[in-house]
């Protein structure tokens, strides 16, 4: 709203500002475009459900593994082979994000698509396409659960790959352990039967001994001295059969570390390019620059062609450049690398502690074979065969003992992985959700819809309603005269209607321009900053309500380049202003009455090259002063400001001014402009705005339909 505010001499009315909600300037936007808001919100809602009705569905399995040491590990127990301590101990060193980094490789993906005959529903299907598509694997920050996530055609198929790289990701941790076991299992082997024949041929010659000799009981001391130096000898190739099978486990393991990396890959992070970013800032910059100049020049002019063209050759450089680079690439520790890494750590001390067991035996084993040096000839045979079976003996037993648990270790290896959630196909996911796409699809299309309308209000600068003309222009708004659409059945159908709106508003303008100055206002001015604002017809339909209300108005064409008045009076155009003003006739010749009682009409007369020149004329100051004493009030229909200063020149003679625009295409700058060459005319006052082609508001239009009011007017207003 707008308060009225005299200067005290009656010349201008200066409006005061209120502060307008903006909830109805939002409001005001969607009911202005409620059909673009229908448009977008029904095409996304429309596009949402075909892609949740057409699209091909997919099915998202997801299974949770445990990583780290789990229940069923021999946590705290030491075995007799090696290879199976070192496993143990190296347990649940690894981070979660290692068995992820694990879980994506292309040998786990091969064995799934092997396992699952994947090639017979995809036969294009490979390890790198799987991994790429159809897996997503990710930690659970701050635990030790690993999520994974397989995507596929159907929900039993995606179901079982989820299941499947678990399980292949298990064996390959069990196979860590059992490949071990394997090898020491194939050295035993080889070693056995070797064992086996020394055994049997020691204890033939012990038997072939005592049956040749009867020996008598040995002395004690010499029973003892016998005793150690058999028992130190079984030790010595007990330990000598530790190391040999220590060495070969760690010639296995470094033949696996040689083959392998020391570390894998464990993801990139992808930014967007900065040069692009750049040129996309630059390219906005450009637009806004362009669409600027557009505004003040033609599309020829040098500054318009310029920024377009450097709008098309940034739009290209965007187009060529890649728009994201490889910010980092992360590397994680090869997880086997590590395992076996340690395994030959601990191998290795495992060689070095028997090398010193065994050169400590090997001293004790020369000062016993020393004592027994001095033993009689048939005590010191019988030591040394005794010596030989016993020897050969726990050699065999010490090699059965090794590949037994070598059998156990492979037979029972264990996985530091564990599932904590199978994925079953019932309780998959469906990839588009038809419910959750079109309830999607509903909520976002009314947040887009909104979006783009409050986007579309924003960058349209034209002035659409009363609102607008009041942010934007220093004048208050006298009357707001609706669109008349005729050309569609709801316009026919509002067509009444609308016409009385019409009639109310013209009656109101009039009332408004009565009570607008402290002083009569005798002679008015009508104009608009562009041509079609509907300026013409606006000053002809004052015109008439006058003459209904207080009759002696004179409408004067003063449009002396191209008149338009007395096409829609039904008038000839034949002499008028122009030529009263160059002293050809006189002003009361060629004034002709009009259909309308008490409205008469002054024609342009005939086209003058210097409009201007004739309005600044004193013979236009002596027509107005002849023309007061015949009419009450004389309305200028003057042409459009912009395009000429004709207009300005008439509203510096005139008590007043009214200033159409027409709403939805009279844009803020250009009715600013207008206003601005209003403003260094001195003298000119601006009585208000006038918003043709308005939006006419329901309940009005339902208020002046039942009120059955008879209008003082002929009815023929709608049709000038």
């Given at each position: ?23 109805q ?8 475009r ?10 996304f809602?429309?596009?949402?459900l075909?892609?949740?009705?057409v ?5 998202v ?12 590990n021999f ?18 060193v ?21 396992n ?23 930690p ?51 070693q ?5 024949a ?56 470094q ?10 890959n ?10 692009v ?86 001293a ?18 019988l ?56 309830l ?9 819809a ?97 003459a ?8 004067i ?67 107005i ?45 250009s ?50």
């Amino acid at each position: 709203m707008y308060q009225l505010s005299s200067n005290g001499n009656g010349s201008t009315v200066m409006p005061v500002p209120e502060r307008e909600d903006e909830f109805q300037k939002l409001f005001g936007a969607l009911r202005r475009r409620w059909r673009l808001a229908l448009y977008i919100f029904g095409a996304f809602f429309l596009a949402a459900l075909a892609y949740a009705i057409v699209w091909p569905k997919s099915y998202v399995a997801t299974v949770s593994l445990i990583t780290g040491n789990s229940a069923t590990n021999f946590n705290g127990v030491n075995t007799d082979l090696p290879v199976l301590n070192a496993l143990v101990a190296a347990g649940g060193v690894q981070s979660v994000e290692t068995y992820a980094t694990m879980i994506q490789g292309q040998d786990v993906a091969t064995k799934v698509i092997e396992n699952l005959k994947l090639r017979k529903e995809d036969p294009h299907i490979d390890a790198y396409k799987l991994l790429k598509y159809d897996i997503f694997v990710a930690p659970v920050t701050n635990t030790q659960i690993v999520t994974l996530a397989a995507t596929w055609k159907n929900a039993k198929t995606s179901a079982a790959i989820a299941n499947e790289f678990g399980k292949v990701l298990i064996e390959k941790q069990r196979d860590l352990i059992a490949g071990q076991s394997q090898t020491a299992m194939d050295y035993l082997a080889q070693q056995i039967p070797k064992a086996a024949a020394d055994k049997n041929k020691a204890d033939s010659a012990l038997a072939n001994f005592q049956a040749s000799h009867t020996i008598g009981d040995m002395s004690s001391q010499t029973s003892a001295t016998v005793s150690l130096y058999t028992d130190n000898a079984s030790k010595i190739a007990a330990l000598q059969v530790d190391m040999a099978q220590a060495s070969a486990s760690l010639a296995n393991v470094q033949g696996q570390m040689s083959a392998g990396s020391q570390t894998a890959n464990g993801g990139e992070s992808i930014a967007e390019n900065p040069v692009v970013t750049q040129m996309k800032q630059q390219l906005a910059q450009v637009s806004v620059e362009l669409d600027a100049a557009r505004k003040q020049y033609t599309d020829a002019h040098p500054t318009v062609i310029a920024l377009a063209q450097q709008k098309v050759l940034l739009e290209q450089e965007i187009a060529k450049a890649p728009q994201t680079y490889v910010a980092s690439h992360a590397v994680v520790p090869n997880p086997v690398f590590q395992q076996n890494s340690q395994q030959a750590a601990s191998l290795q001390s495992q060689i070095a502690g028997d090398q010193s067991q065994i050169a400590q035996l090997n001293a004790q084993q020369r000062l016993f074979s020393v004592q027994v040096q001095q033993l009689p000839n048939t005590a010191r045979e019988l030591a040394d065969l005794q010596r030989n079976a016993q020897l050969a003996e726990g050699v065999y037993d010490s090699l059965r003992q090794h590949y037994n648990d070598a059998y156990v270790a492979k037979t029972m290896a264990l996985s530091n992985v564990s599932f904590e959630q199978l994925a079953e196909p019932q309780w998959v996911k469906t990839i588009p959700n038809l419910v959750l796409t079109i309830l999607l699809g509903f909520v976002l299309g009314i947040i887009l819809a909104i979006a783009g309308v409050f986007t579309v209000d924003f960058f349209d600068n034209s002035l659409k309603d009363e609102n607008d003309v009041r942010r934007a222009l220093p004048w208050p708004v006298l009357a707001q005269v609706p669109q008349l659409d005729a050309t569609s059945r709801r316009g026919q159908a509002r067509l009444p209607m609308l016409r009385a709106l019409t009639i109310e508003a013209y009656l109101q303008l009039v009332t408004s321009l009565r009570f607008a100055s402290d002083k009569p206002l005798r002679t008015l001015a009508v104009t608009s900053p562009s041509q079609g604002d509907g300026k013409s017809t606006v000053a002809l339909s004052t015109g008439i309500a006058m003459a209904e209300m207080r009759p002696r108005v004179l409408i004067i064409d003063a449009d002396m380049r191209h008149p338009t008045l007395h096409e829609k009076l039904g008038v000839d155009g034949g002499p008028g202003l122009a030529d009263v003003l160059v002293g050809e006739n006189k002003v009361d010749d060629v004034i002709v009455s009009t259909r309308f009682a008490g409205l008469d009409f002054l024609p342009a007369g005939s086209q003058s090259p210097n409009p201007i020149k004739l309005i600044q004329s004193s013979a236009f100051d002596e027509m107005i002063e002849h023309l007061h004493t015949k009419y009450q009030t004389i309305i200028f229909d003057t042409p459009a400001l912009l395009p000429m200063v004709d207009a300005a020149a008439i509203a510096q003679k005139c008590d007043g001014t009214i200033m159409v625009v027409a709403a939805g295409r009279t844009d803020t700058r250009s009715a600013n402009r207008a206003l601005q060459r209003l403003s260094v005319v001195e003298g000119a006052s601006v009585i208000g705005v006038v918003i043709n082609r308005a939006t006419p508001n329901e309940r009005d239009s339902a208020y002046v339909l039942q009120s059955g009011s008879q209008l003082p007017l002929s009815g023929e207003l709608e049709t000038a």
